[in-house]
């Protein structure tokens, strides 16, 4: 099963790369509100029920993926 | 006096830059530096551990994120865990933090530049194996080169560890944007602390400043009181 997990920075935390991006975006004449610069990470999983694969995505993250402490991430599955 | 030099492990993951530096301060400052492989499952007999500065891992995923899985990290947690003595420096605190063996995390500098420079640190208590040739209050000038510094803890978390007394050295001027301008941190045991200015690069007026003897002479000198404590025992 092939997986996603996105990884951000956390509401709240500071991201200078966000905004370093939305600095430049205005630059070249984009009105944003609001840049964040993320992580995505593609995975290719054994298995094929969906919530034992996300009980194991969820390990990844809490333990390698992402630090909880500066940031947050969701997991998107395939749709059935 | 060879025999009193302490034996200090300093640890080369795939990566590291400052482990020879690192090496080269220690045995400047009396103690008897002992190389360790990142790959290497057991720790030597040894004092003390240092995790050297560097870019373990190509800092992938996160600075210190892969390094804190390799087989000596292992080794250095069981090796704190019974009390024994490790530095990190730069990469070797980002390391630290990772493996939650100190507290927080070390993020981009809020500049998104890399710091290169000389900064001035404030000692924030010298009752650490760390910092005992130090003064509370003094300052140490000692160099920086990281783009990976800026300490973070949230709010809550920094409050508690302000109380604890887990706070060693601050900047004296904003460096990278960290909260609290923290640049060096101790666990609750006091037995293990990282900091991301460079004390191995500062061991000589011939580089600039010798106040990062302080720092390592420090744990030479708490390195040596154990194990003569232990051969007296």
Redesign the interface.
Known sequence: MRATVLVRPKQG??D??GE?VETSLRQLGFAIGGARVGRVVDLELEGDDPAAVRAELERMCEQ??A?P??ESYEIELPTP | MRDSAPRIGVVTFPGSNDDRDATWALRALGADPVPVWHADPALPDLAAVVLPGGFSYGDY??CG?IAR?SPAMEAVRAFAAEGGLVLGICNGFQILC?AGLLP??L??????SFVCHDVRLTVERSDTPFTARCGTGQQLTIPVKHGEGCW???DE?LDELTARRQIVLRYAEPCN?SVGDVAGVVNEDGNVMGLMPHPEHAVDPLLGSADGALVLASLVDTARDRVLASAAA
């Open positions: 935390i500071l200078p790369q370093a390698l993926l630090n402490l500066i | 995923l996160r994120a899985f990772e927080g995390v993020r981009p500098n809020v500049s998104l973070f803890a949230p978390l944007g």
